[in-house]
């Protein structure tokens, strides 16, 4: 790396640091929802009027009633059935997704290409681990598995974040090549993630999350952990550039055999993602 590109990257992280940096905020529509999924999470007729009065959060509630993800027989075409066929608790979960991705944008061209790239990821990791854990049964965790899924790269976005920013304000002269990005963000995230929901109060297991997620060795009786780093690699299933079969080399790994997740389920998960690829996007 050279001095500037260190002294650029060095710039960013003191940015990241010093606090300044502000996340996008939900919408007003999505903050309206969570207090309604608290306060009349019975009261259906009242959650469908507010996912109506939102266009796009209309449109993705009806999409992903009719996903494969959710093992869709029949189409649906009303929100009431879709909030029915969903249940609230997945209804809430595509809220959060809707959200959130109004995080992983810039007006720049170059940091937005990075940051979909990184969206897409995230919100597949999020709907794996929250599939794995439905699967397995694991009915105590799945919150936090889809959570987990969902910030594990909050270091990776809060760098592009600081980075957008710090253009906007001019403190940014020389941005790195994207590959030398790519390699700054992939060495440094963990920790700047781990930091980050540290300093933010957020519950422990999401900090360790986002710190853990690619080490080497972790403890083996962290289901919440595992799922979330198999359903990090779960990418591999969606890939279509190397010709090679994933499922073997995913079913092999620590995570997969710790989970006792097979080939076969493997494979279920693959068409599942392949069929709701446009939903994760």
């Known amino acids: 790396m050279e001095a500037g590109e260190k002294l650029a990257f060095d710039r960013v992280i003191g940015w990241v640091k010093s606090g300044r940096l502000k996340l996008p905020v939900y919408s007003p529509t999505t903050i309206r929802m969570q207090q309604y999924m608290d306060d009349y999470a019975g009261d259906i007729v009242a959650i469908e009027e507010l996912i109506s009065s939102d266009q796009v959060l209309a449109v993705e509630v009806l999409r992903a009633a009719n996903s494969p993800f959710y093992c869709t027989i029949s189409t649906i075409d009303t929100i009431r059935n879709a909030i029915v066929r969903l249940g609230m608790q997945n209804v809430r979960r595509i809220v959060i997704l809707v959200s959130e991705r109004m995080r992983y944008r810039s007006q720049y061209p170059d940091l937005d290409k990075l940051l979909t790239g990184l969206w897409h990821h995230v919100s597949t990791t999020a709907l794996s ?38 253009r906007k304000n001019g403190d940014v002269v020389t941005v790195p090549p994207a ?83 097979g080939e076969n389920l493997l494979s279920e998960l693959q068409e599942t993602l392949e069929g709701h690829r446009a939903t994760a996007a």
Request: proline fraction near 4%; hydrophobic fraction near 40%; charged fraction near 25%.
């Open 129 to 166: 681990a929250q599939w794995l854990s439905q699967r397995l049964r694991l009915t105590g965790i799945r919150e936090v598995c889809f959570l987990g899924g969902l910030l594990h790269d909050i270091g990776k976005l809060v760098i592009l974040r600081a980075i957008d920013e710090m």
């Open 179 to 261: 590959e030398t990005l790519r390699a700054f963000i992939t060495a440094s995230h963990c920790q700047v993630g781990y930091d980050v929901l540290k300093s933010w109060a957020i519950p422990d297991v999401y900090c360790q999350i986002a710190r853990d997620h690619q080490k080497r060795d972790v403890p083996g009786d962290d289901l919440t952990l595992a799922i979330v780093r198999l359903a990090n690699n779960s990418r591999r299933l969606l890939a279509e550039d190397d010709g090679e079969d994933p499922l073997p080399r995913l079913a092999a790994t620590p995570e997969a055999q710790r989970l006792g997740v």
